[in-house]
RNA sequence: GGACCUGUGGUGCAGCUCGGAGUGCACGCCGCCCUGUCAAGGCGGAGGUCGCGGGUUCAAAUCCCGUCAGGUCCGCCA
């Protein structure tokens, strides 16, 4: 039907007769006599001339047959990449006419992404989408090359699963053959993956679609998909290896650059220097510690197990207002407070500096080689809490858009085993349960729990959490003892992982594995900050699909044979 | 569950603080004109329940309350 994409045709072409197919991008008529007619496809633009009137209108479906020809000395378009030639002697056929689209379909004004989702099928007709889909596909390809190159195995697990009560709420599939039990959609293929190792399938992967039922998010749809990978034989490090040749491959076919070797930073490290398990390490204004120089203050607002100092270099023009703003913002994250301190010739500029004595004053004045003009900020509260907030305050002072690059990617190791108490008073995994201990660490698990590390690791670029894994537990011993530290008993892990439980008796050979997302991974790679940019058909946050209008009711039918019953709002 | 922002012809905006007739701009659309345009140009035209409901007022796009939809964030995301 066609011999050429539009936008390829070049000079090298002119004299040849050629068919192009695509959408009529714009008609621009001088007359009767003549009328241009830009048609568009994915690739872009090429001008047809047409002798005479043409009846065509914008994203008609056309085939249009003509010579290439070089264009009349000073018609030359260089907007365009066939802007050397064009169409002429041409016959225009209308493979389907079109309304006039809702919106205009090219890039001169933003339009709301409430009509792009109703009309998705235009907004993908657009440029832009058209090529983050297509910057997807080459991320895909290059993740799905690196990992065949590396010895993986593709190997797709089922998206109906056994529904297990723990971690982020699963989406819920009633079953017709037996009503009242269900199935759910896996959050990650975690154990199916795993039991592929106790399979013999010792190098895993498969890019999978990846199902949790919480609230979304401009990084978090329902539904998302991860190169997921587990290895046998293998610890953290031979793992870092394999995730790091996806990556930068995939970095490389996507950017054209190849990002140098990834660091490390231990996640005790991360919080205490960036306050944050996901730094961005594209800007310095790192934490500082000054719970040494306030351990005995007189100062109220400092008497704190720790306190923390941020130094934001320039800040001092900061507006009153603007600092007002950041102390509620600090609040709203759980801090009593934040003090600040403009750093100027006179010395320390805060509501609170009288009270500080020189020693105090001193230590805040050189934070971080602080100097005239700059600005410090300080919490003080419990260690975590303190760094966190000063974390979050990092963030929102100094960092550019996720999507600016350069790309800096960060590994984080060393997450701590478990975090916190759930409302019966246990233990919660910081990971998950299969999750390996620190091999230093394992002599804790009863006493100090709290400090046990995981073999869990995070990889994060530019502040953005792309994925999470770990070694896994593959011996029975260790993997009752935290499941007794987490409060599960025997009963309890044989019913809800008796299967998985089972087969490691059966020979688990030594595994690890990880998994990250590819949605974050492009968004950041198209120099988006909103994933549903590199996605084709995106839910709202409301988790509607404007498009079909899903989420909808099914008829009364459906429901008797799933033997479900509709209960009333508030009843 | 919570905080904040947005909603005005098909699209993107302005108008909202300080209430006074649906007012304006750009794009698109329709018609006419135009033989080298490419953000084509010229002339003319159509198109609106100012998200929805209620309240205040002589009078509401504008003020107040509620609600719906969209967005950003907190909670949530083993």
Redesign the pocket.
């Given at each position: 039907m066609r011999d050429f994409l539009c936008a390829s045709l070049r000079e090298d072409h002119v004299g040849q007769r050629v068919a192009v197919c695509g959408w009529v991008a714009?008609r621009?008529?001088?007359?009767?006599?003549?009328a241009?007619v830009?048609v568009r496809d994915h690739t872009g633009i090429i001008?047809a001339?047409v002798e005479g009137s043409v009846d065509v209108?914008?994203e008609f479906v056309v085939r249009v047959t003509g010579t290439v020809t070089r264009?009349?000395e000073?018609?030359?378009?260089d907007?365009?990449a066939t802007?050397q030639v064009?169409l002429?002697d041409c016959v225009v056929e209308v493979l389907s006419a079109a309304e006039?689209p809702?919106?205009?379909l090219d890039d001169?004004?933003?339009?709301?992404?409430?009509?792009r989702?109703r009309y998705r099928y235009l907004d993908l007709r657009r440029e832009h989408m058209q090529r983050n889909l297509r910057l997807r596909a080459v991320v895909n390809a290059a993740l799905r090359r690196a990992m065949d190159a590396q010895g993986f195995c593709e190997v797709e697990t089922p998206l109906l699963w056994a529904p297990?009560p723990?971690?982020?709420?699963e989406f819920v599939v009633p079953s017709r053959l037996q009503p009242g039990e269900f199935y759910v959609l896996p959050?990650?293929p975690?154990?199916a993956k795993q039991l592929l190792m106790v399979g013999g399938f010792d190098r895993y992967y498969q890019i999978a679609r990846c199902m949790?039922d919480?609230?979304?998010?401009?990084?978090?749809q329902f539904e998302f998909s991860q190169l997921d990978m587990e290895a046998s034989f293998a610890d953290q490090d031979d793992i870092f290896a394999f995730v790091s040749v996806a990556v930068l491959d995939a970095a490389e076919a996507a950017t054209g650059i190849r990002p140098g070797a990834i660091p490390r930073i231990t996640w005790a490290d991360s919080l205490d220097r960036y306050g944050t398990d996901k730094p961005d390490l594209r800007f310095a204004m790192v934490l500082h510690d000054l719970s040494d120089v306030f351990a005995a203050t007189e100062v109220k607002a400092f008497s704190a197990p720790t306190v923390k100092a941020l130094r934001l270099p320039g800040g001092a023009d900061l507006s009153r207002s603007r600092l007002d703003e950041l102390t509620l913002f600090a609040k709203?994250?759980g801090a009593k407070g934040l003090a600040w301190f403009r750093v100027t010739a006179e010395g320390l500029e805060s509501p609170l500096a009288k009270f500080l004595d020189e020693t105090e004053s001193a230590a805040v004045a050189g934070v971080d080689g602080a100097q005239v003009g700059d600005l410090i900020f300080c919490v003080a509260d419990e260690y975590e809490a303190a760094c966190r907030v000063l974390g979050a305050l990092r963030v929102t002072l100094g960092s550019p858009p996720v999507s600016e690059g350069p790309h800096h990617y960060v590994w984080v190791t060393e997450f701590p085993m478990f975090?916190g108490v759930d409302d019966e008073g246990h233990l919660?995994?910081?990971?998950?349960?299969f999750t390996m201990p620190h091999p230093d660490d394992l002599d804790l698990i009863e006493t100090n729990p709290l400090k046990v590390r995981s073999r869990a690791y995070d990889l994060v670029l530019n502040g953005w959490e792309l994925g999470s894994g770990s070694v896994r537990i593959h011996r029975a011993d260790i993997q009752s003892r935290i499941f007794s530290a987490l409060g599960i008993s025997d009963e309890e892990a044989e019913s809800r992982f008796g299967f998985l439980l089972g087969a490691f008796k059966y020979g688990a050979p030594p595994h690890a594995g990880f998994a990250f997302g590819i949605d974050r991974l492009t968004a950041i790679f198209a120099g988006e900050?909103?994933i549903?940019e590199v996605i084709a058909y995106p839910?709202?946050?409301?988790g509607?699909d404007?498009m079909t209008g899903a989420p909808k009711g099914v008829t009364d039918k459906v429901l008797r044979e799933l033997r479900i019953k509709i209960v009333a709002k508030g009843s």
């Open positions: 714009k621009r008529e001088h007359g009767e006599h003549l241009f830009d001008q001339v209108r914008s264009r009349p000073g018609t030359l378009n907007k365009l802007g064009e002429t006039p809702p919106f205009q001169r004004v933003e339009i709301d992404e409430q009509v989702l297990t723990e971690g982020s709420r959050q990650s975690q154990i949790r919480e609230d979304l998010r401009a990084d978090r709203s994250l975090e919660q995994a910081a990971h998950h349960p900050e909103n549903r839910k709202t946050q409301s509607a404007l």
